[in-house]
């Protein structure tokens, strides 16, 4: 079955350094999201993301977040200088018809900052 | 007021028990409810989804709406040591069908 697949697994990132997470998403899906979840609290939204281009983010998504797609299977999420409250765990899911019940979350990369 | 509720648990029930999972929201605009399920260190993996009020059943599970109470709850009948992961109660809301999450509920079965 085809896989969201998000690199690396675990980050430790000193406070203000910058990070990028990354993710492949399915081959042949178009609609791309972030979602994180600091540890023991809920599954939030980040950005959603079609046609290159944001097409919905939320107030966390402040001006320390970009995301990317540099070529036609990655998808990144830049975190420019990182907070001891950034660390959390940061899943990317896909969508071939950016239907919510067609997401395909990945495995998360869990972000700790020191 | 959260947008939605979900008692995070634990919850832990012997094997062939039936499970009672329930989510509350707030909004009577949303339409579509899922329930995800996640496993230690994995992501959210979509276990059903239903549209408006009424049931759905897919093997052991079953999910239910009601938009009168704006409750949702999720069934699973002769649960397995295998059930046992966090259970995430979501809804859409926005044109670009953003999720918005409950809490989530651990359940633990135990042989």
């Known amino acids: 079955e085809p896989e969201v697949t998000q690199t690396p697994s675990h980050q430790v990132t000193q406070m203000g350094q910058e990070v990028i997470l990354r993710c492949v998403p399915i081959?042949?899906?178009?609609?791309f999201y972030w979602y994180r979840q600091i540890l023991g609290q809920k599954v939030e939204f980040l950005v959603s993301?079609?046609?290159?281009?944001?097409?919905?983010k939320s107030e966390i998504f402040d001006d320390q977040f970009s995301v990317e797609r540099p070529d036609g299977s990655n998808f990144t999420l830049k975190i420019r200088s990182t907070k001891l409250e950034d660390s959390a765990m940061y899943f990317c899911?896909?969508?071939?018809?950016?239907?919510?019940?067609?997401?395909?979350f990945g495995s998360g990369t869990r972000l700790t900052v020191v | 007021q959260k947008e939605v509720e979900q008692d995070p648990g634990p919850l832990s029930v012997p094997e062939g028990a039936i499970v009672s999972l329930n989510c509350t929201y707030s909004?009577?605009?949303?339409?579509?409810f899922m329930w995800y399920r996640q496993y230690s260190r994995k992501g959210p993996e979509l276990l059903m989804y239903?549209?408006?009020?009424g049931n759905k059943e897919d093997g052991r599970f079953t999910a239910q709406v009601d938009k009168s109470s704006k409750y949702i709850s999720l069934f699973i009948r002769d649960s397995q040591p295998s059930d046992s992961a966090t259970y995430l109660c979501?809804?859409?809301?926005?044109?670009?069908?953003?999720?918005?999450f409950g809490a989530g509920t651990r359940l633990a079965v135990h042989p």
């Open positions: 979501a809804t859409v809301s926005g044109g670009y069908n953003k999720l918005i």
């Open positions: 081959s042949n899906h178009l609609y």
């Open positions: 239903t549209y408006s009020s």
């Open positions: 993301f079609y046609n290159n281009e944001i097409s919905e």
């Open positions: 899911a896909s969508s071939q018809d950016g239907l919510s019940y067609g997401y395909t």
């Open positions: 909004n009577s605009a949303f339409q579509y």
